[in-house]
């Protein structure tokens, strides 16, 4: 189809023929009556994602409990309400369907950036991802730093622990004290991480001593810090869960404390926020997301 030049405004219009006219009723009419479902009621308009932009691939670990699975839809939906027409998909490691290597399948050709639902650096983020993204030869992949450490992680377990009874004046307390209860890795710069975020919630709370404690494959457990703190005379302690969703490492771990055990991080609207930042990040900027994963600094501060 060739294209013609516009019209002069200045010249008079041409009269249309009847039958052009009829034409140009019809097809009116069927753009209109497209609009319209069987039993008369206007159809939806339907949301077209952001043209160009990278498909952004939530990656969660996967639990076998049904919560974490419905915690992290609900996350996603509120990083769709922050960037409406942003397509948005989620794949797990392992545990849950769907898988990410299908994910990624089904987004065929195009960019994608895989953002790691998790909290710190360790084999997930060093291997499996960049693995799976190799993977997807259709795609142009990116793999985003991972969501810790962050300002607004600290925000949301702070508020978190608001949520479960923590109160502003308990941080003025010489007995007062909080474990940050994490998943736990063998990888060393995962523990960097973990204690990273404990010194950021540390100053959030106005300087009441946080300690990081694991649930799995890494020293202190979280029975053991709590004893180590009332040691030190710290008897009124309270659990920080820094885990992204439910599952069974944040149940032990809250079942261990004795008193105060905030909810995991969840769909908390600063979830939503920095899941989204993670994905600007390596889009605008993959180097320097790579030079992060090495810096626990930059990854906290970025």
Known sequence: MTETAPEDPHEPLPLDSTAQLLTRITAQLGSQLGLVSLNGTRRPMHRTRVPSAPVLVAVAHGSRDPRALSTVLELLDRVRELRPGLDVRLGHIELNEPLLPDTLDGI????????????????????????????????????????????????????????????????????????????????????????????????????????????????????????????????????????TAPGRFAAVTAAAAPGIAAAPLGAHPAMARLVLHRYDQAVAAPTAVREALTHPRLLATA
């Open 108 to 243: 065929g050709q195009g960019e994608a950036v895989l953002v790691p639902l998790l909290l710190g650096r360790g084999h997930h983020v060093r291997h499996d991802l960049p693995r799976a993204a190799a993977a997807a030869t259709r795609l142009r992949t990116r793999v985003a730093a991972p969501l810790g450490p962050h300002p607004l992680l600290v925000e949301a377990l702070y508020e978190r622990l608001l949520e479960a009874g923590w109160r502003e004046e308990d941080g003025t307390r010489r007995d007062t004290a909080v474990v940050l209860a994490a998943a736990g890795s063998r990888d060393p710069d995962s523990d960097t991480d973990a204690r990273r975020t404990a010194a950021l919630l540390s100053d959030r709370l106005g300087g009441v001593p946080v300690v990081p404690a694991y649930a799995s494959a890494a020293a202190p457990t979280v029975p053991a810090a709590l004893r180590a703190l009332a040691a030190r005379g710290r008897h009124r302690t309270a659990v920080a869960s820094y885990f």
